[in-house]
Protein backbone atom coordinates (compact mmCIF):
# COMPACT_ATOMS: atom_id res chain seq x y z
CA UNK A 1 0.00 0.00 0.00
CA UNK A 2 2.50 2.23 1.19
CA UNK A 3 4.77 1.33 -2.40
CA UNK A 4 1.62 2.49 -4.45
CA UNK A 5 0.75 5.80 -2.46
CA UNK A 6 4.34 6.55 -2.98
CA UNK A 7 4.27 5.85 -6.59
CA UNK A 8 1.08 8.08 -7.13
CA UNK A 9 -1.22 4.79 -8.13
CA UNK A 10 -3.84 5.09 -5.75
CA UNK A 11 -6.17 6.82 -7.79
CA UNK A 12 -4.69 4.80 -11.24
CA UNK A 13 -5.49 1.14 -9.63
CA UNK A 14 -8.18 -0.81 -8.13
CA UNK A 15 -6.72 -2.81 -5.69
CA UNK A 16 -7.88 -5.65 -3.69
CA UNK A 17 -5.88 -7.58 -0.61
CA UNK A 18 -6.52 -11.34 -0.97
CA UNK A 19 -5.38 -13.42 2.15
CA UNK A 20 -6.03 -15.80 5.18
CA UNK A 21 -5.98 -14.51 9.02
CA UNK A 22 -5.09 -16.77 11.53
CA UNK A 23 -8.00 -18.02 13.17
CA UNK A 24 -6.87 -16.58 16.42
CA UNK A 25 -4.59 -13.64 16.55
CA UNK A 26 -2.38 -12.49 19.36
CA UNK A 27 -1.99 -8.89 19.78
CA UNK A 28 0.47 -7.98 17.68
CA UNK A 29 -1.26 -9.79 14.77
CA UNK A 30 -4.53 -7.89 15.71
CA UNK A 31 -2.84 -4.50 15.56
CA UNK A 32 -1.24 -5.33 12.03
CA UNK A 33 -4.65 -6.20 10.53
CA UNK A 34 -6.63 -2.99 12.08
CA UNK A 35 -3.47 -0.59 10.84
CA UNK A 36 -3.83 -3.18 7.15
CA UNK A 37 -7.65 -2.22 6.81
CA UNK A 38 -7.04 1.23 7.81
CA UNK A 39 -4.71 1.91 5.48
CA UNK A 40 -7.03 -0.15 2.82
CA UNK A 41 -10.03 1.73 3.62
CA UNK A 42 -7.43 5.10 3.13
CA UNK A 43 -6.78 4.00 -0.39
CA UNK A 44 -10.12 2.40 -1.57
CA UNK A 45 -8.97 -0.73 -1.07
CA UNK A 46 -10.67 -4.05 -0.85
CA UNK A 47 -10.07 -6.29 1.45
CA UNK A 48 -11.12 -9.96 0.75
CA UNK A 49 -9.61 -12.69 3.96
CA UNK A 50 -10.60 -16.20 3.57
CA UNK A 51 -12.01 -16.67 0.42
CA UNK A 52 -12.95 -20.16 -0.27
CA UNK A 53 -10.31 -21.76 -2.61
CA UNK A 54 -13.37 -22.26 -5.32
CA UNK A 55 -13.83 -18.53 -5.16
CA UNK A 56 -10.79 -17.70 -6.11
CA UNK A 57 -10.84 -18.04 -9.69
CA UNK A 58 -13.26 -14.99 -10.01
CA UNK A 59 -10.78 -13.18 -8.18
CA UNK A 60 -7.59 -13.90 -11.29
CA UNK A 61 -10.13 -13.33 -13.47
CA UNK A 62 -11.29 -9.97 -12.54
CA UNK A 63 -7.10 -8.97 -11.72
CA UNK A 64 -4.76 -7.75 -14.39
CA UNK A 65 -2.11 -8.08 -12.33
CA UNK A 66 -1.32 -9.89 -8.83
CA UNK A 67 1.66 -8.78 -6.43
CA UNK A 68 3.53 -11.03 -3.73
CA UNK A 69 5.83 -8.90 -2.15
CA UNK A 70 6.47 -11.60 0.12
CA UNK A 71 10.45 -11.78 1.28
CA UNK A 72 9.95 -15.21 3.75
CA UNK A 73 7.28 -17.75 1.70
CA UNK A 74 8.81 -20.86 0.35
CA UNK A 75 6.92 -20.81 -2.52
CA UNK A 76 3.75 -18.28 -2.93
CA UNK A 77 1.34 -20.04 -5.46
CA UNK A 78 -1.28 -17.54 -5.92
CA UNK A 79 0.55 -15.76 -8.60
CA UNK A 80 1.02 -18.93 -10.49
CA UNK A 81 -2.17 -19.43 -10.37
CA UNK A 82 -3.33 -15.85 -11.61
CA UNK A 83 -0.50 -16.53 -14.74
CA UNK A 84 -3.58 -19.09 -15.65
CA UNK A 85 -5.88 -16.27 -16.33
CA UNK A 86 -3.49 -14.25 -17.58
CA UNK A 87 -2.78 -12.26 -14.68
CA UNK A 88 0.63 -10.66 -14.56
CA UNK A 89 2.90 -11.86 -11.81
CA UNK A 90 4.68 -8.55 -9.70
CA UNK A 91 6.52 -10.74 -7.26
CA UNK A 92 9.76 -10.04 -4.81
CA UNK A 93 13.30 -11.57 -5.54
CA UNK A 94 13.42 -13.46 -3.07
CA UNK A 95 9.84 -15.27 -2.93
CA UNK A 96 10.52 -18.88 -4.15
CA UNK A 97 7.98 -18.55 -7.04
CA UNK A 98 10.03 -16.04 -8.64
CA UNK A 99 11.67 -18.95 -10.26
CA UNK A 100 9.11 -19.02 -12.84
CA UNK A 101 9.41 -15.90 -13.92
CA UNK A 102 10.88 -14.51 -17.07
CA UNK A 103 11.06 -10.53 -16.78
CA UNK A 104 9.74 -9.21 -20.02
CA UNK A 105 8.35 -12.51 -21.14
CA UNK A 106 5.74 -13.42 -18.28
CA UNK A 107 6.22 -10.96 -15.01
CA UNK A 108 8.11 -8.87 -12.92
CA UNK A 109 10.66 -8.99 -10.46
CA UNK A 110 10.66 -6.21 -7.58
CA UNK A 111 13.88 -5.61 -5.18
CA UNK A 112 11.87 -5.53 -1.74
CA UNK A 113 15.15 -3.88 -0.35
CA UNK A 114 15.33 -1.60 -3.01
CA UNK A 115 12.77 1.19 -1.60
CA UNK A 116 10.21 2.54 -4.35
CA UNK A 117 11.07 -0.56 -6.82
CA UNK A 118 7.88 -1.93 -6.05
CA UNK A 119 5.77 0.99 -7.24
CA UNK A 120 8.64 1.84 -10.15
CA UNK A 121 7.57 -1.97 -11.61
CA UNK A 122 3.52 -1.38 -11.14
CA UNK A 123 4.23 2.28 -13.04
CA UNK A 124 5.41 0.58 -15.86
CA UNK A 125 2.48 -1.43 -16.65
CA UNK A 126 -0.12 1.00 -15.74
CA UNK A 127 2.02 3.40 -18.42
CA UNK A 128 2.31 1.02 -20.65
CA UNK A 129 -0.53 -1.19 -21.83
CA UNK A 130 1.39 -2.96 -24.50
CA UNK A 131 3.50 -4.40 -22.10
CA UNK A 132 0.94 -5.67 -19.76
CA UNK A 133 -0.69 -7.53 -22.85
CA UNK A 134 2.51 -8.79 -23.65
CA UNK A 135 3.34 -9.89 -20.26
CA UNK A 136 -0.22 -11.26 -19.64
CA UNK A 137 -0.15 -13.44 -23.07
CA UNK A 138 3.15 -14.97 -21.83
CA UNK A 139 2.14 -15.52 -18.27
CA UNK A 140 -0.72 -17.82 -19.88
CA UNK A 141 1.17 -19.48 -22.20
CA UNK A 142 4.00 -20.23 -19.50
CA UNK A 143 0.59 -21.64 -17.48
CA UNK A 144 -0.53 -23.64 -20.05
CA UNK A 145 2.89 -24.60 -21.11
CA UNK A 146 6.08 -25.05 -18.60
CA UNK A 147 3.90 -24.65 -15.85
CA UNK A 148 0.46 -26.83 -17.10
CA UNK A 149 -0.84 -30.11 -16.60
CA UNK A 150 0.56 -31.93 -19.54
CA UNK A 151 3.96 -30.88 -18.13
CA UNK A 152 3.15 -31.43 -14.55
CA UNK A 153 2.11 -35.31 -15.79
CA UNK A 154 5.59 -35.84 -17.77
CA UNK A 155 7.84 -34.47 -14.97
CA UNK A 156 5.72 -37.19 -12.54
CA UNK A 157 6.32 -39.84 -14.94
CA UNK A 158 10.40 -38.84 -15.12
CA UNK A 159 10.20 -39.56 -11.42
CA UNK A 160 8.46 -42.44 -11.66
CA UNK A 161 10.77 -44.01 -14.71
CA UNK A 162 13.99 -42.67 -12.56
Not at 13 to 40: C, D, F, K, S
Not at 95 to 109: F, K, S, V
Not at 130 to 159: I, K, N, Y
Amino acid sequence: LEEIAAAGLSDRIELTLVGTLPRQMNATQARYHEALTAAAQRQGAQLRADLPYRAMGAVYAAARVCVLPSTYETLGIAPVEGMAYGVVPVISRVCGCAGYIEPARNGLLADMDRPGDLGAQLQRLVDDPALLARLSAGARATAQGELGPDRFVQRVEALIDR
